[in-house]
């Protein structure tokens, strides 16, 4: 089924202000498909590791960062919450990347989306495996797309599965008990991979 122009204007009508929050193991296509994303419906591309990247942060919350582990959640809050109430990002949709990775922070990011005019819609979980992301890392090492990221390194692949496993897996059960959640096979074409969130997308936002 292709989508045409009319539902994707629908899917924007019913997103809104609102948000979406795209979930996956490394490599899985969050960043790609968040892209894809803005450029349709317009808004923010928002990812809560790139914010804490590029933030002035403490340094044990750095250490933690560096370890490949996820920030604690009153971390997390302090630092990656206000961003989303910025006067330049009202009045105008969110797509998020893995904000709220952690189990417990299910609600306050829905919170703060909410006080932010944001509320949050659906939960996109891009599926990929633990086989399929290592070999898209080492391809990866051949194109070089992703940046100097200290985090994409191969040593800390196994502790980043570890902390999806434990951490992140239950926020996505969290959403999917709620009827939020909208899952997704990543390893497809990009371009499938995107048919198969809108044609979700438009289902979910046609009920």
Request: hydrophobic share 35%; charged share 30%; aromatic share 8%.
């Amino acid at each position: 089924m292709e989508i045409t122009k009319a539902q994707l204007e629908h899917i924007q009508t019913k997103l809104g202000t609102g948000s979406i929050d795209l979930f996956g193991r490394p490599f899985a296509g969050k960043d790609s498909q968040g892209s894809i994303l803005v450029e349709l419906f317009g808004g923010n591309l928002i990812g809560g590791g790139d914010i804490l990247r590029n933030s002035v942060i403490p340094e044990r919350v750095k250490a933690i960062m560096e370890e490949g582990k996820i920030v604690p959640s009153e971390d997390f809050v302090a630092i990656v919450l206000p961003y989303l109430s910025q006067k330049h990002l009202a009045d105008q949709p969110l797509i998020l990347s893995s904000a709220g990775r952690w189990h417990g922070e299910e609600q306050p990011v829905m919170d703060a989306l909410e006080a932010a005019g944001h509320p949050l819609t659906y939960v996109i979980y891009i599926r990929l495996s633990e086989e399929d992301v290592r070999k898209r890392w080492h391809e990866k090492e051949n194109r070089e797309d992703r940046g100097d990221r200290y985090d994409d390194s191969e040593e800390l692949l196994e502790t980043r599965f570890a902390e999806f496993a434990e951490k992140t897996l239950p926020v996505i059960e969290f959403y999917r008990e709620r009827d939020m959640l909208i899952e997704v096979d990543g390893n497809q074409l990009r371009e499938e991979v995107t048919k198969d969130i809108l044609t979700q997308l438009l289902e979910k936002f046609s009920d």
